[in-house]
């Protein structure tokens, strides 16, 4: 099954890193300065080089299971995201952040399952873990506990997790000062369209419309 990266990767070694072999000595000598972090969920059809044509050290990227944020919590538990987190606004200064959500997220719709108490019983972390965005579902439910629109939940899945960067001092800091942006935007599989949290409206505007028909 592997074999389709032995020729992806020979394929990169040709044609990218051997036509342009200083690309990546310069890359080694003044080692990585992205000035965008992007979180984005693990979904493979969701990959953030791709969807945005970027080169290699021009984002700093953590996936994870429905790209959440969890709230600032420093403990000594293993947080992996949050470190992550630190080490791009802290030690690499990224100037923009940007969560990137998607249409059809399997872990969204397990949250919506787990509201309706219909999650997989034998799942040990997806459940703790996309609990994170339970806010957000219930911001959506008020008072009608039914309320389920899956691309809703997406985009507050999004505004929930800029919510708790917010939660980590440093990175509030630097938002405060103007040195660091942060970003909500949605990509629907469905049109080819991209669109944004626009705040200080809790919805999104699209940005990049549809592919027309
Ligand atoms: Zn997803």
Not at 51 to 78: C, K, S
């Amino acid at each position: 099954m592997v074999t389709s990266l032995i020729d992806g990767f020979t394929d990169f070694r040709n044609d990218f890193f051997g036509q342009d072999k200083a690309f990546f000595k310069r890359l080694i000598r003044r080692g990585q300065h992205p000035k965008i972090m992007i979180i984005s969920c693990s979904d493979s059809r969701v990959d953030p080089a791709i969807l945005f044509g970027t080169r290699p050290g021009e984002l700093f990227v953590i996936r994870n299971v429905a790209n959440l944020v969890p709230p600032y919590q420093p403990d000594d538990q293993y947080h992996g995201i949050s470190a992550a987190i630190e080490f791009g606004v802290r030690d690499l200064g990224v100037e923009d952040i940007v969560i990137l959500g998607h249409a059809y997220c399997g872990g969204v719709n397990a949250l919506c399952e787990h509201a309706r108490g219909e999650a997989a019983e034998d799942r040990e972390f997806i459940t703790p873990w996309i609990k994170i965005a339970l806010p957000a579902l219930d911001e959506l439910r008020g008072s009608d506990p039914k309320f389920e629109n899956i691309k809703a939940v997406e985009q507050h899945s999004i505004m929930n997790s800029l919510d708790n960067l917010r939660t980590f001092p440093w990175l509030a800091e630097r938002e405060k000062q103007g040195s660091l942006a942060l970003h909500g935007w949605w990509f629907d599989m469905d049109s080819g369209a991209l669109w944004c949290h626009s705040p200080p409206d809790r919805s999104f505007t699209q940005m990049i419309p549809s592919v027309s028909e």
